[in-house]
């Protein structure tokens, strides 16, 4: 998705002198050559008709800054110094703990530099800080309102078409035979890879416009959901107050095959809505009708939980083990617990769910050996070979199982 190269920075500077095109240089840490930006288009109006000479002064290694490529030619996205985002007043480990306990984050809103564009080689480029320091030179030519609304239009144009790069949708003209007809694995593998991208490309664009007073219509329009923006307009003009899921629901624009855990309706008891008179049987009842792999997966992610350390972060060997063994789990329950309500997904669908659960599994292994191989302490050690045997258990039951659909 985009490259975020703001900690890699150790200064640079975005030229917007001439109206209609806008240069840079931005020297990243160890490289001796810097980019080199020509964009089309303009700056917002704060930076419109300057020059920006910024410098960051903690700056760090970055993986994907090295492959970067010098030449960033393209679209200039939304530039400017005046973004107002929340910044955290806390420390970055006392944030993981508040986020991680589910606690409110102090922060304060702050001016953030954001620089955006779209490279012809490398796609979406962005730096966005608080901290870098900067000195922005008097205005050369000065923007009106109308100009600065025209280039932000423009900009979310940009986004709307990297957007559908992107998520690269299928046909929606395909002949109603191949809309109708039972799809083999390959055919589910392509839609649940086009899900992939369009929940990634969802949270892209969440992240960057989730601040905005008026999210919901360029999230709609960025992400393609043009039913969503006439629904949402519709709202505005009758003074509804529809969330946007609801519109969402009523619109159908999910139009792939969900991915998620369960796919499965929730009816509940008008006289009980929330299920508490009755939770205890829906459990039992829910653990007989249980695929005995997909419980066999289930309790190994337990097990694991209580092995690991699940304070871990998001890089670690603990927080992978625990993340993909928990796909899997969840991921069987969605397609096997169907079979014993009598309910049959079809085949295709099946085989493509099971051969990502062996994905999975095999980054599972490789995270749990590297677990074996950092651990001192003898039993903590041979819990976590049992572990890694077990998911090598599920990975054959799985296998077999594929042979079997076959």
């Known amino acids: 998705m985009a490259w975020r190269i703001e900690d890699a920075v150790e200064h640079g500077e975005i030229d917007n002198t001439v109206p209609g095109h806008t240069t840079g240089r931005i020297w990243l840490l160890g490289r001796d050559e810097p980019l080199i930006l020509s964009l089309d288009g303009d700056c917002w109006r704060d930076l419109a008709g300057t020059r920006l000479q910024f ?48 606690q409110e984050i102090p922060h ?15 796609g979406r480029v962005v730096i966005e800080t608080s901290i870098f320091n900067m000195t922005i030179s008097p205005h050369e030519w000065k923007m009106d309102e109308d100009e600065e609304d025209a280039q932000k239009l423009a900009n979310l144009n940009s986004m709307r078409d990297f957007m559908a790069q992107v998520i690269r949708r299928r046909d929606p003209e ?26 990634e490309a969802y949270q892209e664009v969440l992240e960057k416009y989730m601040e905005d007073s008026d999210s919901e219509q360029k999230e709609a329009f960025v992400m393609g959901w043009d039913g969503l923006l006439d629904a ?11 969330s946007f899921f609801e519109d969402s629901d009523k619109l159908g624009i999910y139009d792939l095959y969900d991915d998620s855990d369960d796919d499965s309706p929730d009816f509940r008891d008008p006289d009980d809505p929330f299920g508490e008179d009755g939770d205890d049987e829906e459990d039992a009842d829910e653990s007989e009708n249980s695929h005995p792999l997909q419980v066999r997966a289930q309790e190994l992610a337990m097990r694991a939980m209580d092995v690991i350390d699940k304070d871990a972060g998001p890089d670690t060997p603990s927080y992978q083990l625990m993340t993909h063994l928990l796909q899997v789990s969840g991921k069987l329950a969605g397609v096997l617990h169907g079979k014993e309500d009598g309910y049959e997904p079809e085949t295709g669908f099946v085989l493509a769910v099971l051969k990502r659960c062996l994905n999975w599994l095999n980054e599972a292994v490789g995270a749990c050996q590297q677990l074996v191989d950092a651990e001192s302490d003898p039993d903590h ?3 976590l070979d ?13 296998v077999e199982l594929r042979r079997e659909l076959k």
């Open 108 to 122: 304060e809103w702050r001016n953030t530099l954001y620089l955006e564009w779209f490279s012809e080689i490398n």
């Open 232 to 242: 949402l307009a519709e709202r505005e003009e009758t003074g509804g107050n529809d």
């Open 386 to 398: 049992h572990i890694r045997s077990s998911i090598f258990e599920i990975r054959d039951s799985i």
């Open 174 to 199: 395909l002949p109603e035979s191949e809309m109708t007809e039972e799809l083999d694995e390959y055919a589910w593998e392509e839609r649940l890879k086009e899900s992939d991208r369009l929940t």
């Open 55 to 102: 410098e960051n002064p903690q700056p760090e290694p970055a993986a994907d800054a090295d492959a970067l490529d010098m030449d960033q030619t393209g679209i200039i996205g939304d530039m400017t110094a005046s973004r107002k985002n929340k910044v955290p007043t806390v420390s970055e480990e006392e944030f993981h703990e508040l986020y991680q306990s589910h």
């Open 381 to 383: 050690r041979a819990a």
